[in-house]
T-cell receptor
């Protein structure tokens, strides 16, 4: 079966750095997405990785290792507004998005 | 970026009634649209995938006669929840993808409450 694993919840301090990990086992791979979702709102796109390596976009970076079935989202200089759920999703061979359950990130002052 | 709208944003209805939710891609042609449901504190659950002009493909466990999906044009898909019951209360989110399937653009979601 297809499976996406990410931690249920993480806590970090304002101004610090946090890394949210995601491991996956899917039938085929056409890319991995990270989305941010605030409570009561729809997800918003953060990043897309299809090749191995690190993609940096401002305070957010995303890393992919296809051989290990592993990705992480790195958030730097954390702000209170970064408190949200972070969803990892993999595009499989049928171009279906397989979603993780999400990681709830709590930022403390 | 591409914009997807949903209407209504929230709806409250009585048990047994039907509710229609519209999903529109405003500045791109969505050859494929996806309908998701999200219960509190849970991740998105894909309900169905629809391609313009053809029947929707439903995920296992989703009743196609209860959740009617129409994707009549490249910019509009509708989800009708027929004979809604309180257990259908959820956050319904649509997304659209163009010919390049590398990204889905999400609508703002519709919160349905069935009394």
């Amino acid at each position: 079966g297809q499976n996406i694993d990410q931690p249920t919840e993480m806590t970090a301090t304002e101004g610090a750095i946090v890394q949210i990990n995601c491991t996956y086992q899917t039938s085929g791979f056409n890319g991995l997405f990270w989305y941010q979702q605030h409570a009561g709102e729809a997800p918003t796109f953060l990043s897309y990785n299809v090749l191995d390596g690190l993609e940096e976009k401002g305070r957010f970076s995303s890393f992919l290792s296809r051989s290990k079935g592993y990705s992480y989202l790195l958030l730097k200089e954390l702000q209170m507004k970064d408190s949200a759920s972070y969803l990892c999703a993999v595009l499989d061979s049928n171009y279906q998005l397989i979603w993780g359950a999400g990681t709830k990130l709590i930022i403390k002052p | 970026g591409a914009v997807v709208s949903q209407h209504p944003s929230w709806v409250i209805c009585k048990s047994g009634t039907s509710v229609k939710i519209e999903c529109r891609s405003l500045d791109f042609q969505a050859t494929t649209m996806f309908w998701y449901r999200q219960f509190p504190k849970q991740s998105l659950m894909l309900m169905a995938t629809s391609n313009e002009g053809s029947k929707a493909t439903y995920e296992q466990g989703v009743e196609k006669d209860k959740f009617l999906i129409n994707h009549a044009s490249l910019t509009l898909s509708t989800l009708t929840v027929t004979s809604a019951h309180p257990e259908d209360s959820s956050f319904y989110i649509c997304s659209g993808a163009s010919g390049d399937h590398n990204e889905q653009f999400f609508g703002p979601g519709t919160r349905l409450t069935v009394l």
